[in-house]
């Protein structure tokens, strides 16, 4: 079965960074696609950021770029989101997605209901 792990959350002081990790297994190939999304106490859920796992593609939602990074590490299959200059509004749950029927990032951007496939979640909280 396809299973996703978000790990790496925890406390951090604002204006710090902090990586996440999402680790993959499962897929039969490299032909998919991992998106990271967030959800904050009391708002909806939030898609950040795509990867390609077949070709290396990423995809950004307007409000994500700049301070959110993705990027893959193929030898552990494991991709990670590096946040940057940490607010008290980034605090969060953040969520690592997966979709194999398609590869590509300009498929699916950030869309929730592109990814059939979600891992637990890692809670970030950013004391002021």
């Given at each position: 079965d396809v299973q996703l792990q978000a790990s790496g959350g925890g406390v951090v002081q604002a204006g710090g960074s902090l990586r996440l990790s999402c680790a993959a297994s499962g897929f039969r190939s490299n032909n998919y696609a991992i998106a990271w999304f967030?959800?904050?106490?009391?708002?909806?859920?939030?898609?950040i950021t795509c990867i390609s796992k077949l070709d290396g593609g990423t995809a950004y939602a307007d409000s994500m770029k700049g301070r959110?990074?993705?990027?893959?590490?193929?030898a552990k299959n494991t991709v990670y989101l590096r946040?940057?200059?940490?607010?008290?509004?980034?605090?969060?749950?953040?969520?690592c997605a997966a979709d194999n029927s398609q590869p590509g990032c300009l498929f699916h951007g950030v869309s929730a209901d592109k990814y059939p496939y979600w891992g637990q979640g890692t809670l970030v909280t950013v004391s002021s």
């Open positions: 967030r959800q904050a106490p009391g708002k909806g859920r939030e898609g959110f990074t993705v990027s893959s590490d193929n946040i940057d200059s940490l607010k008290p509004e980034d605090t969060a749950a953040y969520f």
